[in-house]
């Protein structure tokens, strides 16, 4: 497994101007965001507002148009190999390879992040029992569900304990047990010395679990800070949904 | 990681031929059993032509075994360059671009290189996949025949792994620059529309050269020793032609034509490993230009006709899925192809006769309604199962499925009655048989081309297949087999219905009286049942019967 630097010096996760524009439609402006170590983020936002960008923009799917990324300080760009090292990722439409096994699948994933043998295996069992799939771990993965597909992704991005972990709605697909376990897991990781970046629509999960919520509307950050910051800040008092909506709906027109 | 990847793909295959179900090992050893029964044929073939070409030669002593075993080899080496390099083309741009496994595979810690590598690897073996098929036979044959068979093998393998490294490179370098210049999609579908064209002149190509001189003694003896006499030229920078050079040389024992043969292996790999290096860069650019997840450039908004009426919007969208099929650019090349093939076949027969116009005129149409029922079986039959999980939204709206069916077969029985009616009009202009044979001809020509397309949409809403991976799997299930043998019927039964002479023929053998108009009647009669019932019952099941998508 990747051995990490000294994570309390640098940010986990940097956005540092990070703009992608297609055409003349700019889908992400100027984003400029530090994510520290044992922070649980949630990106939220309307459809379309950029989030799965800068998610794309970070795991290195994405080339910026402007502005760098770090994860634990190394750039995205210059170091894609070191950065992705470091990094567990859980896309919004997880691929499991149609006829391999869960078990194969987070094997595969494993000894791409340099685990190897019997430390390995345990590690799989271990992610395995924990996202509750050990029962289906030899079966298809063309057979399973959609919601355990979601589970055995999960599984797969745990499973070399990533110093960062990106996930793209994380929660779709999963049943309130599994994400209710879900939320726990992360708030543990992130206790335990890894940064959490995720996208979400549910907005009472990201007022339950982050630490630090960041609201973007057409592509910019209008809004970021603890959920009870952002509530209090918006003068309404009321839940995080009230300050979304608030800003999401831009000014009021006559 | 390669290894890791490598076993759990065999393990994979193991386990899809092995722990399938009943059907799927059945079709898994079918499939096994056709491969090997091919490669039985080709080696029994070539056997067959290697002993009739060592007597004829033992009785042309002028004739060089070499210049023309090289000339042969020539040309094989060439069709693999070729078949190489329009299969990787092709095949590159789903690996690289297309494949659903990129996303997984993109944010694992590897580098770039190594992932485009990875995938140059694949495109190359499931590129290569159809000429080894047809090549590993011919090798074995070669090297059996050769004074030392090591010696032969190795003298027609290295170079043949050379030429298909070389058109690998080639397609993979052809394809990245293509990407670079229109979107994956679209370079898919430009790519199976160029091969599909580069095959088709190929063909057209070895058709004009006038094979079938060979069968006649005299010109064949004339081609021959041109052929057998003459040197081949300098192979120069044609690696086609160095390979057959090195491949003759070891054939016949001489262990210098390994050297060129593995110079020409060199370049290959080379060439092959270049590629990736030197294109990652580029790959990785596109790459993130047109993943799935970004938005979509800012580009003219295409608004479309505004809706006037729902069977206006019906019959649009039904077109759209139509010409929109990935397939139907290549299907298209395909089909130029075999028509063209088919009017210089036409040219050649003996027109002085009636009674054998009048034959051919019949045989004409039913090939015509046979190459119409093959683009039905890929085009109309899977139109049902091909909405997937949008069935489970038809099924909520509020419309006839016997309107949208109807729909279905009007987008698909329009272009398939004018294929029809253009083959068969093209052959009654070369052949001129007499007015009544035209006549009916067209008439069933017409027909078919309605019918046959009603049969395929009717049968394929029958048994749909929502949750198949792609088209050709539904065209190719036991519904699909079954409306191909209904329509090569219906096309078979238009031959005798044309005829004159053929009718004749049956009715002696049957000791009966065949009246044409009335056999036309009946023909008519039958294949207006043969496209209304299916519909009716398709249309009935598609209302009522319960839908389980995956």
Redesign the interface.
Known sequence: MVSTPDRTAIPSIRFDGATKTYGRKTALACLTLDVPTGTVFALVGPNGAGKTTAIGLLTGLLAPTAGRMFVCGIDVARDPVAAKARLGFVPDRPYLWPKWTPRETLRFVGAAFGGRGAQLERRIDAELDAFDVAEVSSERNETLSHGTRQRVALAQAFLHDPSVLVLDEPMVGLDPLAQRRLSERLRAHAAGGAAVLLTTHQLALAEEIATTAGLLVEGRLVACGSPRNLETASGRGGALSDVFFDLARGPQKP | ?N???RS??A???G??ILAGDARGRLAVIAGLLALLAFAGLETAGLEGALRASRAALGELPELRPAFLLERLLGFAFAAALALGFLGSLTTAISTLFLS??L??L???????RRLVLRQAFLTLALASAPTLLLSIPALLVAAFASSRPVLGFAAGAVPLAGVLLLAGAAGLAAALLLVRLVPPRRARLLAAFLSATGLAVALVGFRAARPERLLDPVEALSVVTRLGVVHPASPGLDPAAWAARAATRGLLGDPGGLAPGAALLFAGLAGFFLVPAALWRLH??VL??S?P???????RAHRGPEVRSLGGVLFRSEAASLLRDASTPAQLGSLAAVFLLDLMNVRLLPAADAAQRDLVAGLQTGLSLFLVSALSLRFAYPSVSSDGRAALVLRTLPLDPRRQLLVRWEVRALPAAGVALALTGASLLVLRPERMTSAFALVAALAGGLVIPALHVGLGALFPRYDAPNAVSVALSTGGLFALVLSTGLSLLSTLVVSAELQTLLGTLLRIRIEPWPLMAGFLLLAAGAAITPLMLAGRSLERRDISIG
């Open positions: 990681m290894a890791v990847f759990n793909s393990r994979a295959m386990r899809t659903d496994e996303g997984a993109c944010v694992l810690p590897f580098a770039h990785l650019h993130q230009e993943w997840g970004s938005a979509a450039p800012a580009g």
